[in-house]
Each structure stands twice: as structure tokens, then as C-alpha cells.
């Protein structure tokens, strides 16, 4: 198969997505020749444009080196771009005469890559479906969220979807997937006989998971606006790890095996309401420097008084053998103090503590960024002559251990999985309406009564509610270590 052409075309190639992700990622896989040998690149979008204006708005985030520069000739030699409308059928047909002239006498395969607003999807797919199918070899089409905005918008686009393509031609991306920790969840928990036995809440506490970003939604406002942060992160980015660390065992590593685990996990949680959450919207922090000045509401794309939560907190509960009573906590946020995704899983308070009440609960730490790392915390005898005790970590910082090793993007490994045909790493159309059942009420919810964010300032930890809620649920942060 791999020596057979594979045609790539990315739908939507004058866009941001196109050009800050697809085409570097892109470009990555092939300068590290990573990519079947006969594969050719086709840009499709409605502005009219040559490979090299294509090339140059990708250009600043390609990030190529002195000694890349031939090869980056090349890989540009390989790229076409076919400009058409979205909506005729025609213009589809231009692309395909366009792609079959590449595959007329072989068993080419075709990835199309759908980098779109959800408002032409449903045209161009049926367009792919009706005139640009590969002849003899497979099509692949990669769908970005959003999917849809709640459990009946998901299922009418899902619906359309089954009703052109398979299942296994379809790849759902959420790149939190592709990302190194995230991937190796399933390793740390199953390859370890030190944590699996321990996996459960006769042992767990609880367990949090976060996703802060450092900088708010500036230029972006009015598609965030839509959405919101519990569309945009949590109910994608975080749902999916935390059906990671909490699935059963699957059978075997086989995709299916798998994603019935993650499926099987997401039906033991009930939709969450409204009093499991604390919503949150920054506003300028006044002494603060640049964007930092500006709230959500300061920018001209947002909608004046919109109610749209840029921060979020759940506390979810499963309800199966393997977790009752324990709490997940999901937390995520723009315009935070720092740049961090983490899972953090809280053990149990020691019990029968002989040391006067100075122990503190042990903790795993798996950071998925920045700084891959591991580390468990953990307490040990300070080293001296006194007896006396402290927290420290067993640390596996990647910096340090695996000095040199480069991490691939997310976005590299998952579009090589596509042509490898792997879906393991990607969300299957049963995961995402369960994902969608259990925070559908909760949204609408927030919608129809119009509840208010709680306010706080762009670069702080986010509402002091948040914090509270998550003493509550027993989650504890001890002093500086938040
Ligand atoms: C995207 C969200 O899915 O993920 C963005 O739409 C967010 O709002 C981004 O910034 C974060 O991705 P990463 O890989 O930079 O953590």
C-alpha cells in the first residue's frame, strides 16, 4: 500500500488552521520521510491564489532549518492548489480532474483533510462523497471538531457523515490524542504493577485534570464566542483524558477494544449540572501589560454582554465499583496565570499516620505540557541526622531522562496515523455522543437562564470558587503547590 500515490488535500488552505497547523505538520512528516514515497499534496479554498502565495502564509510557521531549505524546495514541489467554491459541484469536479491525473492508472489512496467552518461541511462533504472518491484504492477523510454543538446538532452531523462515508474512513481529531502524555496514560496504568492494583478508590482520593492557558481569546472572540470553554476544551480535550485514566482494561491495544473501554467508562457518568460547576470570564487586569489589559468582553468580535464562560470547573462523578465516591475534577481556562495540562491523581490520606500528622497524601503527576514529566509525590526521611520528615518527588522530567529525544507534534503523529490507517488515537461517533449526553443539559442549561460567569482577573488562578469547590471535593493543595 504505501508504495501506491497518496493524494493529500487539505479543504479549507488559506485558512489559520491550514496554515499554522496542516502544512507544517505536513511539511514535517515529509522532511523527516515519514510519508509513503508517492505522496502529493492539493490545497483547495475559495481564495484565488498560487502554491507560492500558499506557500508564503505558511512560511513563518514552518519553522525549517539552513540545512532543510532543499528539501523545503521540494516539498513544495509537490503541492498544488485548486481554487472553487465550497458549494458547487462543479468546482468539485475541477478538483478531482486535478487529482486524477495522479492516480488515472494506479490504486492511489485520498486523504482530505476538512480544516472548514462547520457552516460549508455539509456541502463539501457531499461534494467529496459524489465526485472525488479515489477509483481503486481507499479515501480517508480527518474532520476537526467542533461536532456539532450539543447532543441533537452532533447527531444530525454524524448522521449526515454515516450517511456518506464509513466508519473507518472517518477520522475525528482531537489533538489532545496525539499528544505524548496523553498517549502514554495507557502505558503508565497497564504497564505498571505498581499503579493498576491501585487504581481505584480504595486508593485515589481524587483526581484532577487541568488545561490552562496563559493568554484569553483576543482575535478569536467571535468563534469562542459560540462555543465557549466547556465546547472548546472540556468536553473534547478533557473528557477524553479522563476516560483514559479512568477506563477499565481493554481487551487487547486493538483500536475497538479500546474505544469500547472509553465508551463503556463515559456511560457510568450522569450529565452534570449546574451545581457541579463553577463558570468563570476574565475581565483586564488594569496593571497588567499588553493584551493583559483587556477583558473577554473588551474585544470587538465578542458580543456585548455575552455570558459565555472562558472558565470552567466540573466535579463528575463515575458511577461503577472502580470509582464511586471519587471525584473527577475537570478545570480549564484562558487567560490564566500559566500555560498547563496536567492530570493530577490525589491518593488517599495515610492511614494510622504515626508521624504526628506531617505526612501528605502521595500524588501522580502526569504533566502533558510544557515539560513532559512524571513524578510522584512522595514523602522521605530528610536526609541528616535529625529524624524528621518531607515531601519530595520521584521525578521523571523527558528533559532530563530522554535528553535530545524529539517529541513529535500531536497533529504529526495523528495525520501519520491516518495514512497508516490506525484509528486508535481518534474519537469514534459513539464516544462523541456520549461525551455530548453528559454535558448537553448543563449547556442548555447555562443558555436558557443566562447564568452569569463569575468574573476574575486575566492572569490570576481563575475564581476563588473554583479553588473552594475543589477543597470540597476533596482535593487537597498543599501551600505554595497549587
Ligand atoms: C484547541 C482549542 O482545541 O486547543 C483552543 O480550540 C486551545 O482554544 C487549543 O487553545 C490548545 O491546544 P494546545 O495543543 O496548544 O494545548
Not at 219 to 224: E, I
Not at 294 to 313: C, H, I, Q, R, W
Not at 340 to 350: F, L, M, N, S
Not at 457 to 464: A, H
Request: aromatic share 12%; charged share 25%.
Amino acid at each position: 500500500d504505501s508504495q501506491n500515490p497518496h493524494l493529500f488535500t487539505v479543504m479549507g488552505a488559506s485558512g489559520d488552521l491550514a496554515k499554522k497547523k496542516i502544512y507544517p505538520t505536513l511539511w514535517w512528516l515529509y522532511r523527516d520521510g515519514l510519508l509513503p514515497p508517492n505522496t502529493t499534496f492539493f490545497g483547495y479554498a475559495r481564495t484565488k491564489m498560487t502554491v507560492n502565495e500558499l506557500r508564503e502564509r505558511c512560511d513563518p510557521h514552518m519553522k525549517v532549518k539552513n540545512e532543510e531549505k532543499e528539501r523545503y524546495e521540494l516539498f513544495w514541489k509537490i503541492n498544488y492548489y485548486v481554487a472553487g467554491s465550497y458549494t458547487e459541484r462543479r468546482d468539485f469536479e475541477l478538483l478531482n480532474k486535478e487529482l486524477s491525473n495522479f492516480d488515472n492508472l494506479s490504486r492511489a489512496n485520498r486523504l482530505f483533510y476538512l480544516a472548514l467552518p462547520p457552516s460549508v461541511f455539509d456541502t463539501v462533504t457531499v461534494h467529496i462523497r459524489n465526485t472525488c472518491m479515489a477509483n481503486k484504492g481507499w479515501t480517508r477523510v480527518i474532520v476537526e471538531k467542533p461536532f456539532g454543538k450539543d447532543s441533537a446538532s452532533s447527531k444530525v452531523l454524524s448522521d449526515h457523515l454515516s450517511s456518506l462515508f464509513a466508519e473507518d474512513q472517518l477520522y475525528r481529531i482531537d489533538h489532545y490524542l496525539g499528544k505524548e502524555m496523553v498517549q502514554n496514560l495507557m502505558t503508565i496504568r497497564f504497564g505498571n504493577q505498581l499503579f493498576n492494583p491501585t487504581w481505584n478508590r480504595q486508593n485515589i482520593a481524587s483526581i484532577m485534570i487541568t488545561f490552562k492557558e496563559p493568554f484569553g481569546t483576543q482575535g478569536r472572540g467571535g468563534y469562542f464566542d459560540e462555543f465557549g470553554i466547556i465546547r472548546d476544551v472540556m468536553q473534547n480535550h478533557l473528557l477524553q483524558i479522563l476516560s483514559l485514566v479512568a477506563m477499565e482494561k481493554p481487551a487487547s491495544v486493538h483500536p475497538d477494544d479500546i474505544r469500547n473501554e472509553k465508551v463503556k467508562v463515559l456511560k457510568c457518568i450522569q450529565p452534570i449540572t449546574l451545581n457541579d460547576v463553577v463558570l468563570g470570564q476574565y475581565i483586564g487586569n488594569p496593571e497588567g501589560e499588553g493584551d493583559e489589559k483587556f477583558g473577554y468582553l473588551d474585544d470587538k468580535t465578542v458580543p456585548e454582554g455575552s455570558n459565555t464562560p472562558t472558565f470552567a470547573m466540573a466535579v463528575m462523578r463515575i458511577n461503577n465499583e472502580r470509582w464511586d465516591g471519587v471525584n473527577f475534577i475537570l478545570k480549564c481556562g484562558k487567560a490564566l496565570n500559566e500555560r498547563k495540562a496536567e492530570v493530577r491523581i490525589q491518593y488517599h490520606d495515610v492511614a494510622g499516620d504515626i508521624f504526628g500528622g506531617k505526612t501528605k497524601r502521595n500524588e501522580l503527576v502526569i504533566r502533558v505540557q510544557p515539560g513532559e514529566a512524571l513524578y510522584i509525590k512522595m514523602m522521605t526521611k530528610t536526609p541528616g541526622i535529625t529524624f524528621d520528615m518531607e515531601e519530595t518527588e520521584l521525578d521523571l522530567t523527558y528533559q532530563h531522562r530522554y535528553q535530545g529525544v524529539v517529541l513529535p507534534d500531536a497533529y504529526e503523529r495523528l495525520i501519520l496515523d491516518v495514512f497508516c490507517g490506525s484509528q486508535m488515537h481518534f474519537v469514534r461517533s459513539d464516544e462523541l455522543s456520549e461525551a455530548w449526553r453528559i454535558f448537553t443539559p448543563l449547556l442548555h442549561t447555562i443558555e436558557r437562564e443566562k447564568i452569569e460567569p463569575i468574573k476574575y482577573v486575566y492572569g490570576s488562578r481563575g475564581p476563588i470558587e473554583a479553588d473552594n469547590k475543589s477543597d470540597a471535593a476533596n482535593f487537597k493543595f498543599y501551600g505554595s503547590y497549587k
